[in-house]
Nanobody
Framework: QVRLVESGGGLVQPGGSLRLSCAAS????????MAWYRQAPGKERELVAT???????SVEDSVKGRFTIARDNAKNILYLQMNSLKVEDTAVYYC?????????WGQGTQVTVSA
């Protein structure tokens, strides 16, 4: 059974940093495509960053230069390092695993950026 559990969210001031973690079980973060999405109130879920099984990573333009996606293969954990946070980064952040035949989501972790 695949399980993705996010943690690390919270309340932070603008300009601050957070690191989100996604602990995976029943699936390898190294052998599958992994991603972070977010959903702000009243908006659709949007892609934030991805990392492929062959270590190609990308981030969306809205977070480029501020967010970094990475993984610890030994611990089977996906990370999202978020720096220089802005109010508009406030959202529920979701971990995603995707392959040719399946897709799984975590339950999400709330990130609130506010003064």
């Amino acid at each position: 059974q695949v399980r993705l559990v996010e943690s690390g969210g919270g309340l932070v001031q603008p300009g601050g940093s957070l690191r989100l973690s996604c602990a995976a079980s029943g699936v390898s973060v190294r052998l599958n495509g992994m991603a972070w999405y977010r959903q702000a109130p009243g908006k659709e879920r949007e892609l934030v960053a991805t990392i492929s099984s062959d270590d190609r990573s990308s981030v969306e333009d809205s977070v480029k230069g501020r967010f970094t996606i990475a993984r610890d293969n030994a611990k089977n954990i996906l990370y999202l390092q978020m720096n220089s946070l802005k109010v508009e980064d406030t959202a529920v952040y979701y971990c995603n695993m995707h392959s040719w035949d399946q897709q799984h989501w975590g339950q999400g972790t709330q990130v609130t950026v506010s003064a």
